[in-house]
């Protein structure tokens, strides 16, 4: 059962314009939400997080949007460039402190 | 350099052998976890520590061994390796408070053949 869920595989944008990648979860109980962007051969490095008793979070470029009622988060990267192309994860975080479940990652491809 | 520094990088196991990933960290964070990264699986949590002597399953943790007899090091034994676990496999770290994330190891590439 696949509680945190991205269903675009992959998604591709032009220089400039913005990025928006998507995030559903079905667990109620989780209270703390990550995105973590991923290059080959590196590990994740985290971008951004909020918290369940927000609904909006931005750091520069990355803002995260939550609606608890959908049960969906999104990332948002404006203006998108070109080393953003990365597996981008979303993760969330239940009431066992420690213990992340991660989605299955979109690919983001941003052109020149 | 501060961070999650995971040994070995590339691992070839034959079928039954067993080895330990090491995972160390010296951002003295109480949470530390192993995670296995397969192809449209995105990672899956193995085993995961709140502390020193502390250890839980995740999600995945059939075929794999975890302690924590201190806070910086965090060792995955495989018992028995099967092909199954061919992945790569991460080692992270973190404060309680998750407005700083996870930091993440390099990963170890692990094939059993």
């Known amino acids: 059962d696949q509680q945190v869920k991205q269903n675009s595989p992959s998604l591709s944008v032009q220089e400039g314009r913005i990025s928006i990648l998507n995030c559903d979860y079905t667990n109620s109980m989780f209270d703390y939400f990550l995105w973590y962007k991923k290059y080959p051969a590196e590990g994740p490095t985290f971008l951004i997080s909020i918290s369940s008793i927000k609904d909006k979070n931005e750091d520069g470029r990355f803002t995260v949007f939550l609606n608890k009622s959908a049960k969906h988060l999104s990332l948002h990267i404006v203006p998108s460039q070109p080393g953003d192309s990365a597996v981008y994860f979303c993760?969330?975080?239940?009431?066992?402190?420690?213990?992340?479940?991660f989605g299955q990652g979109t690919i983001l491809t941003v052109h020149p | 350099n501060a961070g999650v520094t995971q040994t070995p990088k590339f691992q070839v196991l034959k079928t039954g052998q067993s080895m330990t990933l090491q995972c160390a960290q010296d951002?003295?964070?109480?949470?530390m976890s192993w995670y296995r990264q397969d192809p449209g699986m995105g990672l899956r949590l193995i085993h995961y520590?709140?502390?020193?002597?502390?250890?839980d399953q995740g999600e995945v943790p059939n075929g794999y061994n975890v302690s924590r007899s201190t806070t910086e090091d965090f060792p995955l034994r495989l018992l028995s390796a099967a092909p199954s676990q061919t992945s790569v496999y991460f080692c992270?770290?973190?404060?309680?408070?998750?407005?700083?994330?996870?930091?993440f190891g390099s990963g170890t590439r692990l094939t059993v053949v």
């Open positions: 993760a969330a975080r239940g009431t066992s402190y420690g213990k992340l479940t």
């Open positions: 951002m003295n964070h109480e949470y």
């Open positions: 520590s709140v502390g020193a002597g502390i250890t």
């Open positions: 992270a770290s973190s404060y309680s408070d998750l407005n700083y994330g996870y930091t």
